[in-house]
């Protein structure tokens, strides 16, 4: 989880009607991490550079900190 922020998450409801349902079955809820059970929270800078540094090893231009490049002419 990272906090702090929001999120979605897909949520399936059931039909214990034996006529069905109607309408859908899926919904999108939103959700923060102090409503959910996180093995871990984090904040976005650290989230953001254990990606950068994951990936640093095939994309040279990343330093392995999680900051925004700035961008560079030519390579859009």
């Known amino acids: 989880c990272i906090s702090p922020s929001k999120g979605i998450q897909l949520v ?6 034996l006529r ?4 859908l079955n899926r ?3 939103i959700c ?3 409503r959910m059970d996180c093995n ?3 904040s976005p800078f650290k989230y953001a550079s254990d990606i950068c540094q ?3 090893k095939s ?3 990343l330093s392995g900190i999680g900051m925004q ?3 560079t002419p030519g390579k859009i």
Do not use: F, H, M
Request: proline share 4%; glycine share 8%; aromatic share 4%.
């Open 27 to 29: 919904n999108i809820q």
């Open 12 to 17: 399936t409801r059931s039909c214990l009607d």
């Open 32 to 34: 923060s991490p102090a």
């Open 69 to 71: 490049l700035s961008s």
């Open 40 to 42: 871990e929270v984090q």
């Open 20 to 23: 069905g349902c109607d309408g």
């Open 59 to 61: 994309v040279k231009q």
């Open 54 to 56: 994951r990936y640093s």
